[in-house]
């Protein structure tokens, strides 16, 4: 299961996956991260640094452009729900799961994380909220506990994770829009009573697109709009608090999980036949446990490779704190996991959703001219089409843990560490990165199941 | 044969439908006393492990269908296909033929084909009386496990396809076989009728080696094949089926027995992919042929047109698309038994669905037409189950050549249950 049940357990790209020398390209893949780690071993202090440099390019636009795009999300979300309640009952057809799963968890997530913040424009709320203010002329009443920081974000993701994984129809347009609509709602009035400060810490998808805004080419410095290598902004940020560090923490583990919960090895671990999925009712309790199980191992494995480090640099941070300042360098790795992990899944659905655009009421239309158009899946029968996708899928992994491992040497020389002891304190985090990364490409060469 | 035939000109010519189709819409249902839709739920796994099957299941019942719209309908009146996804998943399975009789009041519910997700549905469509239609080719309608309102007139089962194998195999390729199979249900059910067969033909089963379900390389099982073994029968399926073959091309390096697998193991796969050489000259059941013969028939090549599929089984659109050509024309055909047996029992409403069930197991004998391009079929009322014709091709240079055709005869076995006898 790939997206949230839009999932293509296509047996013949399994099949030229298993065909292909993956041993090789995971041992390739793991040594260019170690290359890299011992490449900052010999650059002068400040190489990784310069890497992030940034170049400011225009004035950033103006907050009331943004409230008039948010609008426009708004009432596009109100015909999406309205076409999960009334349209076509195929996931596959109805517009609603497919933006949602296709366009946004896939398609605007990965656009954020490559490219900034674009959910500043998108986002279905800040527009309502601000016309609600206009309107009532009325101040949010109340004030955001501080103290609650971003933990009901992670809670709100946790459920989101969940209905992800474990839910038995989360592409089922009733039943998504029934949840999208709610959830909608409930966040819009958090809204309204906290004022803006919901937005930025209780609302799960706020939280996890400015989290991955961060990794985004395209960001804020010096008051202007300003282009660099992803990751630069994660040097120019302060470190998360908490809270949100542990979100980032979480990204990434419910990634994995979403990846491993689909290999022969988990389905042996459950005792599965993977030749005969019994289908997702039967895997509820089992992948809530994995989802949580998953989580907690990363952060306890994480903990303990940045633990070791401070032991080893003796830097006096606390462990709390050293948390804090590393957990944005993961995000790279969620992000790279998440395009590979999704990539044939893009190719397959982001035909249903061009097509579903082309109609987007079900009423015969062709807007997009796709008349007569059919859903192919043959770049997946061909071994070279095969091999083309599963390296590009490998070259998202790869590439997100050497920006991991240069933002984290970036990160603890600024710290005020000797490049040295930085990169000495750094070992146990790169052997740890290297492990994901050869982690993430055995994810992606195993054999799945559904 | 003319391989360019268009879509629109085949379908008009030999449907009779010219004169229909080019009626204005408001004509075509004139006759009908109503023009409400006859709604028929589409149990499709357009997600989970059935989805690659699910696809092009999906784009054959939409071929079925406009044919049977253009021609006037069901009754005078237009069909509307209402597609649920099942999730390839008994559960869900079960949740959506419920929804089919509650909520979006269909008249019948069609389409499933995966053999859990038909057994975990089947008692729900049974309670609320909603004949379903299934496409699952499992030997479940069969053998007395479901019930009345459950039936599989569009698609023969394994059982009935494995036992036409047999006389080829002992006549043509030898007589000591040995099986290679996954070690669960699917495989079981291929070892359970295959070995009689085989031996009532005046063969022998050598060994029966049994693959783990989870296991992706085979060379350590290939020394257990007997050394004297003339016919290797192979129906591995899963992503690690092109491995196998790999793998056992090595092992023999072409001087192997002869090989006769089943289509279900490379559905949807290039038989001319690289890697799958070794599969030349070997045998294949199909249950209809991918690659176009010389000899097919004008339904055929119609059929063909209107799902949009090439010579060689392909999308229209995309000759790397392979379709699950094998079992896809099942949902065509199911539609089209649905249509006549609407017609035959003047369906009019949800009260007539026990005259529909009637009509249905009233059929026996059907030609092979435009409604039933893969044979001649006959039905068995009693048992809920079809019958028809199994092809046999070999692989000649990366083409599936039709070397056999089994008799109906040849794939019947006895009744093993009476679903008339059970209160509608």
Redesign the interface.
């Known amino acids: 299961?790939s997206c949230a049940?839009?999932?293509?357990?296509?047996?013949?790209e399994?099949?030229?996956?298993?065909?292909l020398p993956t041993d090789i390209y995971i041992a390739a893949g793991g040594a260019t991260v170690a290359l890299t780690v011992l490449l900052l071993l010999v650059l002068p202090p400040g190489a990784a640094h310069r890497l992030f440099a940034v170049l400011p390019l225009l004035a950033p636009a103006t907050v009331r452009a943004r409230h008039l795009t948010s609008l426009v999300m708004t009432l596009i979300l109100v015909l999406l729900i309205w076409q999960g309640l009334y349209g076509?009952?195929?996931?596959?057809?109805n517009a609603l799961p497919l933006m949602v799963w296709t366009g946004w968890w896939i398609g605007l997530v990965t656009l954020q994380g490559l490219l900034g913040n674009l959910w500043r424009w998108l986002n279905p709320w800040t527009g309502a909220g601000a016309m609600l203010h206009r309107v009532t002329g009325q101040a949010a009443p109340l004030r955001y506990p501080r103290r609650l920081g971003h933990w009901p974000a992670l809670a709100g993701f946790a459920a989101f994770a969940g209905f992800l994984l474990a839910d038995?129809?989360p592409?089922?347009p009733a039943r998504l829009a029934v949840a999208v609509g709610l959830y909608w709602y409930a966040m819009l009035l958090g809204l309204v009573l906290f004022g803006p400060a919901w937005m930025v810490r209780a609302e799960a998808i706020t939280v996890l697109m400015r989290a991955y805004g961060r990794m985004g080419a395209l960001g804020r410095a010096k008051g202007r709009l300003a282009l660099g290598l992803p990751g630069w902004q994660v040097l120019t940020r302060r470190a998360p608090p908490l809270s949100l560090a542990v979100f980032m923490v979480v990204l990434l583990g419910t990634g994995s999980f979403d990846g491993l919960n689909e290999t022969?090895w988990w389905?042996?671990v459950l005792g599965l036949?993977?030749?005969?999925?019994?289908?997702?009712?039967?895997v509820v309790g089992a992948n809530l446990s994995g989802l949580v199980l998953a989580n907690l191992g990363l952060l306890a494995v994480f903990a303990l490779a940045l633990w070791l480090g401070e032991r080893l640099a003796r830097t006096g941070r606390g462990l709390a704190q050293a948390l804090c300042l590393f957990a944005p360098t993961l995000l790279p790795i969620a992000l790279g996991y998440h395009i590979a992990h999704y990539l044939t899944a893009a190719l397959v659905e982001g035909q249903y959703l061009a097509l579903a655009l082309d109609d987007p009421l079900g009423r015969g239309w062709h807007i997009l001219g796709l008349e007569d158009?059919?859903?192919?899946?043959?770049?997946f029968?061909?071994?070279d089409?095969v091999r083309r996708i599963w390296l590009a899928q490998a070259g998202a992994v790869v590439a997100g843990h050497v920006i991991a491992i240069l933002l984290a040497h970036a990160l603890a020389v600024r710290d005020g560490t000797d490049a040295r002891r930085a990169v000495l304190g750094q070992a146990p985090l790169a052997i740890f990165m290297v492990g994901y990364t050869i982690f993430g490409l055995w994810l992606l060469a195993s054999?799945?199941?559904? | 044969m003319n391989m360019k035939t268009t879509r629109r000109g085949a379908l008009t010519t030999l449907a009779g439908a010219a004169s229909a189709a080019s009626l204005p819409l408001w004509a075509r249902y004139a006759q009908a006393q109503t023009s409400e839709p006859i709604r028929i739920g589409f149990q499709?796994h357009?997600?989970?492990?059935?989805?690659?099957y699910g696809?092009w299941y999906?784009?054959t019942t939409q071929a079925a269908v406009k044919l049977i719209n253009d021609e006037g309908g069901i009754n005078g009146r237009p069909v509307e296909i209402?597609?649920?996804?099942d999730?390839?998943?008994?559960?869900?399975g079960a949740e959506v033929v419920e929804?089919f009789a509650n909520q979006?009041g269909c008249d019948v519910g069609f389409g499933t084909l995966f053999s859990?997700?038909v057994v975990g549905s089947a008692p729900r469509a049974g309670e609320l009386k909603l004949p379903y239609f299934v496409v699952s080719e499992g030997t479940h309608v069969s053998s007395g496990m479901l019930n009345r309102y459950t039936l599989q007139p569009g698609i023969t089962d394994v059982r009935s396809q494995v036992i036409a194998m047999a006389p080829f195999i002992t006549e043509n390729l030898g007589k000591k076989v040995t099986m290679i199979f996954?070690d669960?249900?699917?495989g079981y059910d291929h070892r359970d009728a295959l070995g009689p067969a085989i031996e009532a033909q005046g063969g022998k089963v050598l060994a029966k080696i049994a693959i783990p379900?989870?296991e992706?390389s085979f060379t350590k099982y290939f020394p257990k094949i007997p050394r004297d073994t003339e016919v290797l029968y192979h129906v591995m399926?899963?992503?690690?089926?092109?491995?196998f073959v790999?793998e056992l091309g090595e092992f023999f390096g072409g001087r192997g027995p002869q090989l006769f697998g089943f289509i279900d193991s490379l559905e949807?796969?290039?038989i001319d992919?690289?890697?799958l050489d070794f599969l030349e000259g070997s045998h294949f059941w199909e249950g209809m042929c991918r690659h176009q013969q010389p000899d097919e028939s004008p339904y055929e090549t119609a059929y063909r047109a209107a799902v949009?599929v090439d010579a060689r089984g392909?999308?229209?659109?995309?000759?790397?698309?392979?379709s699950t050509y094998g079992h896809m024309f099942g949902c065509w055909e199911t539609l089209h038994i649905i249509k006549a047996g609407m017609e035959a029992a003047g369906y009019r409403g949800h009260a007539d669905r026990p005259a529909l069930i009637e009509a249905v197991e009233a059929m026996t004998d059907m030609p092979e037409s435009l409604a039933h391009p893969q044979g001649t079929k006959r039905f068995n009322g009693k048992t809920h189950q079809v019958f028809g014709h199994q092809f046999i091709t070999r692989v000649q240079n990366g083409t599936l050549k039709r070397v056999h055709t089994t008799a109906i005869d040849e794939s019947v076995y006895p009744d093993m249950v009476d679903y008339t006898t059970q209160p509608l």
Not at chain 1, 14 to 19: A, E, I, K, M, P
Not at chain 1, 373 to 379: D, H, L, R, S, W
Not at chain 1, 447 to 450: D, Q, V, Y
Not at chain 2, 82 to 85: G, R
Request: charged residues 15%.
């Open positions: 299961m049940g839009l999932a293509h357990a296509h047996a013949a399994q099949g030229f996956v298993l065909l076509s009952r195929d996931p596959l057809r038995i129809a592409t089922d022969f389905m042996g036949n993977p030749l005969e999925f019994p289908g997702r009712s039967a158009a059919y859903v192919t899946t043959g770049f029968n061909t071994p089409t054999p799945r199941g559904i | 499709q357009s997600t989970g492990i059935g989805a690659a696809r999906g784009r209402i597609a649920e996804d999730g390839t998943d008994p559960k869900r929804k979006h859990h997700v996954p669960y249900g699917f379900p989870s992706t399926v899963g992503p690690a089926v092109l491995t790999k949807a796969v290039a992919s690289s890697g949009g392909a999308s229209l659109s995309d000759p790397a698309d392979v």
